[in-house]
């Protein structure tokens, strides 16, 4: 059993060595209005500024034009807005978020765009008609997805005028403006200007909310103790644990508190660079990890990358300590027939809780390190 | 409320696959585990960091010698913080009084609501061993200038002082104010004006990182269905529901 563990810890580190993810590229945010992406009669007059012409003169009818990419959704926030330079006076302009395929369906009268209706495919705001705010020549008008709360939100002459729930993928949503006319010139902004909006106090106030959402959360302190008391008796910090752990949470065993000893005697050995003696007492004390064939020092070649057989004792001795130490600790675990895995060799359940809050973060976009967060005040 | 959403009558196959949640192997979610590495120093920092803010003072000590993770204040100063939360959790609020003057002066000087807060408690150990007359005395003499200053204060001291008037304080609407929980409460905010004034935060990192990680796969839910953590004291890995 053991030696199955220690065989799966050689496995789980060597393949944490040599398996980079694929690093996918991520597609890049929108930066322009795509004349091939829309339903025709929009015309390109710089990057950022589009005209529309309706084909019919007599007759009103909807187009569509969509962004050249899909909002980026690995942030908090995404948003984009468009300057009404003419909006003509039968005009009526609407913006938000659509997914791309919606052109090969759209029937090309206003009335379909039902309002109030659920749909899967996309939402478009043109104001509010029971105030009679619409959209006129010279007005800014900003469409955005706020991904902490799934919400879509609008903005009119930088304030924010409403919301609507997200009910759609995150993913593949385009920022699009539909216009019912004859004749409109607008410019677009992805924030290559200035917004009129203020985004930036936006998000400071949703970062708030969001810290505010995170205190609400109600955590009982015997978690966090118990956390703590899970990550001494691991690492083998011996005399913290005894001296934290004043009423057991949980009973230790005999063969546990035998390898806290050994392992917090291992770690205080290499600490002082006492390398031989620590060596020496692993050989006394679990002959059956030598026997395994060298597992340990194979075990610490993936800090290094070398897989040199005559390398590996003089790499023991160069390495630094703390890695050294934290090794001999996994491997002296996986001696406890209690250790059921070797992922509860190599990682305490504190160290499992840091790796995927990081990784939640990180894939939703965010920067995340835990030592950041030594910076910050409460 | 002109809101118009897009209906499309034929949804294509490719669009309602980018509409659903992405999946998340096990193995794929492993791999991105294997590449976000957490600093052993980190992680001690994280733990010397809950010894000195819950005031484990001894445990504090015997980790700065195994592990070489140094606190960030003077560990002597945990004692004395002790020491006042015990006096007042034991209801000696006039020792826990001096203590804090002798620890900081300034601490009851610039914070005249943890002050009200202890001369309360003060008066609430007095009611509670049955010493009316100098519980009276002592609410006219110390409490009732500073509830003339803040409205706040006041209808905390006429809601203390509502305890005199019930003989069974069972019956009372008041009772809590008797209960042990209040003077852990009294004590908590004695603790954190205690860690403010050493410039240190008055609760633990480690907890806010736990509630952070709840709320982060909370959000990742709505994109993803990957390998989540449900149980906080195993870290167990529970594979997402296809």
Same mark, same amino acid.
């Given at each position: 059993?053991? %030696?199955? *563990? ?45 005209? #529309? ?62 309002? %109030? ?27 955005? *997805? ?25 993913? %593949? ?30 998000? !400071? ?8 959402? *995170? ?8 978690? =966090? ?6 990550? /001494? ?6 005399? =913290? ?44 004390? #679990? ?33 630094? /300590? ?36 990081? !990784? ?19 | ?39 052993? @120093? ?60 002798? &620890?900081?002066? +300034? ?40 509830? +003339? ?56 990192? &480690? ?12 959000? &990742?839910? @709505? ?14 890995? @529970?594979?997402?529901?296809?």
């Amino acid at each position: 059993m053991a %030696g199955t *563990i220690r065989k799966e810890i050689l496995k789980v580190v060597l393949r944490e060595t040599n398996e980079k993810e694929e690093k996918k590229k991520e597609a890049e945010a929108p930066s322009k209005l795509d004349t091939s992406n829309s339903t025709g009669g929009f015309v390109a007059v710089s990057t950022d500024i589009m005209k #529309y012409t309706s084909v019919y003169p007599d007759k009103p009818e909807l187009n569509v034009i969509l962004a050249d990419e899909p909002a980026p959704w690995k942030n908090l926030l995404y948003y984009f807005e468009i300057y009404v330079k003419d909006a003509d006076f039968k005009g009526k302009i609407a913006i938000g978020f659509t997914l791309a395929l919606f052109l090969m369906n759209i029937e090309p009268w206003w009335e379909d765009l039902i309002a %109030g209706h659920e749909s899967s495919h996309g939402v478009l705001y043109s104001g509010d008609e029971d105030t009679g705010s619409t959209f006129l020549s010279g007005d800014v008008i900003g469409a955005g *997805i706020n991904y902490s709360t799934n919400e879509f939100f609008f903005c009119k002459n930088g304030e924010l005028v409403h919301s609507v729930p997200n009910n759609l993928s995150n993913r %593949g949503l385009y920022p699009t403006i539909a216009v019912l006319s004859q004749h409109e010139e607008m410019h677009v902004n992805f924030g290559q200007k200035p917004f009129a909006f203020n985004l930036k106090d936006f998000e !400071a106030r949703e970062r708030r909310k969001q810290q505010q959402k *995170i205190e609400e959360i109600s955590l009982s302190p015997q978690v =966090t103790y118990s956390l703590i008391r899970s990550y /001494l008796l691991h690492s083998g910090y011996e005399d =913290t644990f005894n001296s934290f752990d004043v009423v057991p949470s949980s009973p230790i065993t005999d063969e546990q508190t035998n390898t806290l000893n050994h392992r917090s005697t291992l770690r205080q050995l290499i600490m002082n660079g006492n390398v031989d003696g620590a060596f020496a007492k692993v050989h006394e004390w #679990y002959p059956q990890i030598v026997e395994v064939g060298s597992q340990l020092c194979i075990y610490l070649l993936h800090y290094y990358g070398c897989y040199k057989f005559e390398l590996i004792f003089k790499l023991a001795y160069e390495m630094p /300590l703390e890695v050294l130490a934290n090794a001999v600790n996994a491997f002296v675990l996986s001696t406890d027939p209690h250790m059921e895995e070797a992922k509860d060799c190599l990682h305490s359940p504190l160290e499992r809780l840091l790796k995927q809050l990081t !990784a939640c973060k990180r894939y939703e976009g965010e920067d995340f390190l835990v030592e950041k967060e030594f910076s910050k005040r409460d | 409320m002109s809101l118009f959403l897009l209906e499309i009558r034929q949804l294509a196959e490719i669009e309602a696959m980018a509409a659903s949640k992405k999946l998340i192997t096990r193995e794929e979610w492993e791999k991105k585990l294997s590449d976000v590495k957490i600093r052993k @120093e980190d992680m001690n920092k994280l733990v010397m960091n809950f010894l000195v803010t819950e005031g484990y003072v001894e445990a504090a000590e015997k980790f700065r010698m195994e592990s070489g993770t140094e606190p960030d204040i003077d560990l002597a100063t945990i004692t004395d913080r002790m020491a006042v939360k015990k006096a007042v959790q034991s209801g000696n609020v006039e020792d826990a009084i001096e203590k804090v003057n002798d &620890l900081n002066p +300034e601490i009851l000087d610039t914070n005249p609501q943890l002050f009200f807060h202890l001369q309360q408690q003060r008066l609430i150990e007095l009611i509670r061993n049955g010493k009316v007359e100098e519980a009276l005395e002592f609410a006219q003499e110390e409490l009732a200038p500073r509830g +003339e200053e803040n409205q706040s204060f006041l209808e905390e001291l006429e809601r203390t002082v509502a305890l005199l008037a019930f003989e069974d304080v069972s019956n009372c609407p008041v009772g809590e104010l008797l209960d042990i929980s209040q003077r852990l409460k009294t004590a908590s905010e004695v603790n954190a004006a205690i860690l403010t004034s050493q410039s240190h935060e008055k609760d633990p990192k &480690l907890p806010s990182l736990l509630k952070m990680l709840l709320c982060a796969q909370n959000q &990742l839910d @709505e994109k993803a269905a990957y390998p989540r953590v449900n149980d906080l004291s195993t870290a167990t890995l @529970e594979d997402p529901a296809v």
